[in-house]
């Protein structure tokens, strides 16, 4: 079955650095378009980033535009997400998310259970 | 950015009525449009996508409708486990995908 397991959330100050990780199995993760979207503490939902299955073609959200760096080792099944210069409005649940096979369709139709990204002084 | 506004915020209903969401958008996403419901400490999960088709294990009575600018989320027949905020998405325009607010459905 399709298995999403987010790592690397934490708490992190002001301008700090983390990079979060995804590891994907139960499909053939090299096929697949993915995203990341965040959802801070009681609030809805926002797309973060995505990137294309070999990785050429990748898009972010203004709002982490030059901050954050999307990724994926296709090798290990793995995506991540690096977020740099964070701020206190970057505080999320952040979700590694499928979106489609060969293409990206927009909707994710399976997500991982989320990893908490905490940053306050 | 096309701005996507759910009604109403919170949906009383009692178990085995129908519940009714509603999601509006800016400007038309044809029938991009998807719906994922979101349990307490839980992901998202995805239910309806291209505004009307049901994603792999959702069940019947879960239904969407609409295009261009309107659109509706039906669940027929309330069961205790649909209890749970919803969200509609557009993905017509996108990147960015921009999501609603949500609609928390409570037992009434």
């Known amino acids: 079955q399709v298995q999403l397991v987010e790592s690397g959330g934490g708490l992190v100050k002001p301008g700090g650095s983390l990079r979060l990780s995804c590891a994907a199995s139960?499909?053939?993760?090299?096929?697949?378009?993915m995203s990341w979207i965040r959802q801070a503490p009681g609030k809805g939902l926002e797309w973060v980033s995505y990137?294309?299955?070999?990785?050429?073609?990748?898009y972010y959200a203004d709002s982490v535009k030059g901050r954050f760096t999307i990724s994926r080792d296709n090798a290990k099944n793995s995506l991540y997400l690096q977020m740099n210069s964070l701020r206190a409005e970057d505080t999320a649940v952040y979700y590694c998310?499928?979106?489609?096979?060969?293409?990206?369709?927009?909707?994710?139709?399976?997500w991982g259970q989320g990893t908490l990204v905490t940053v306050s002084s | 950015e096309i701005v996507m506004t759910q009604s109403p915020a919170t949906l009383s209903v009692s178990p085995g009525e129908r519940a009714t969401l509603s999601c509006r958008a800016s400007?038309?996403?044809?029938?991009?449009l998807a719906w994922y419901q979101q349990k307490p400490g839980q992901a998202p999960r995805l239910l309806i996508y291209?505004?009307?088709t049901r994603a792999t294990g959702i069940p019947a009575r879960f239904s969407g409708s609409g295009s261009g600018t309107e659109f509706t989320l039906t669940i027929s027949s309330l069961q205790s486990e649909d209890f749970a905020v919803y969200y509609c998405?557009?993905?017509?325009?996108?990147?960015?995908?921009?999501f609603g607010q949500g609609t928390k459905l409570e037992i009434k």
């Open positions: 998310a499928r979106d489609s096979k060969g293409y990206s369709s927009g909707f994710c139709d399976y």
């Open positions: 139960g499909f053939t993760f090299s096929d697949y378009y």
């Open positions: 990137i294309s299955s070999s990785g050429s073609t990748i």
């Open positions: 400007q038309s996403v044809s029938s991009n």
């Open positions: 291209g505004a009307s």
């Open positions: 998405q557009q993905y017509n325009n996108w990147p960015p995908a921009t």
